[in-house]
Nanobody
């Protein structure tokens, strides 16, 4: 079993930055694809960014490109999401997820592809 705990959310003004962290425990996630999703009330949980084992393969949703950066530190069993130039529409609960993958270059972008989820961290961007 993998336990994921997100941190770093909070209230920030538009244009500001936040860095989310996702700490994994229970087993190493160095051979897991990792992803960040977000969800607002009444809507589905959507992928924001995803990363393969080594960090060389990444995916960004259109809304995140150029503003967000996903990274990972396998030695610390932690994944990060650096969010810059935040907008009010980025307000959501952000979730970290982990998926076993057979190959280093694979990234997962679908919610159903992930086996493990964190409890979420609230990000609120004020205008």
């Amino acid at each position: 079993q993998v336990q994921l705990v997100e941190s770093g959310g909070g209230l920030v003004q538009a244009g500001g930055s936040l860095r989310l962290s996702c700490a994994a425990s229970g087993r190493t996630v160095s051979n897991y694809a990792m992803g960040w999703f977000r969800q607002t009330p009444g809507k589905e949980r959507d992928v924001v960014a995803a990363i393969g084992w080594s960090g060389r393969s990444t995916y960004y949703a259109h809304s995140a490109k150029g503003r967000f950066t996903i990274s990972r530190d396998n030695a610390k069993n932690t994944v990060y999401l650096q969010m810059n130039s935040l907008k009010p529409e980025d307000t959501a609960v952000y979730y970290c997820a982990a998926a076993i993958t057979p190959f280093e270059v694979v990234v997962r972008t679908g919610e159903s592809e992930y086996e493990y989820w964190g409890q979420g961290t609230q990000v609120t961007v004020s205008s």
